[in-house]
């Protein structure tokens, strides 16, 4: 399934809405090279999609293309980079 993720910058975070529910990857900018991904929240309406996933992937994406380093401070978002090693370079 493929979404559409927007980038909500005046909130700091990655979106996802879908019947009537918002699912999102949240940020805090560090400096102007390292990004914080704090929280990944998936509403349980929308649990079991694989969309908290494709959020954190889209937000590694973003900080890969536009060179930040990201702090994992969001447990699920660490997990997925050490499920995932090719995003392993991209740690503050």
Do not use: W
């Not at 879908?18 to 560090?30: A, I, N």
């Not at 536009?66 to 995003?87: E, G, L, R, T, W």
Request: aromatic content about 10%; proline content about 2%; glycine content about 8%.
């Amino acid at each position: 399934m493929s979404l559409n993720i927007e980038h909500n910058q005046q909130t700091h975070r990655f979106e996802v809405h879908m019947d009537g529910h918002t699912g999102y990857l949240e940020y805090e900018k560090q400096s102007d090279e390292v990004l914080d991904f704090t929280h990944t929240i998936v509403p349980k309406e929308l649990g079991g999609q694989g969309i908290g996933s494709q959020l954190v992937k889209h937000g590694l994406d973003y900080a890969r293309d536009n060179n930040f380093k990201v702090i994992p401070s969001c447990s699920f978002v660490d997990a997925y980079m050490n499920k995932h090693q090719d995003y392993q370079s991209l740690r503050a």
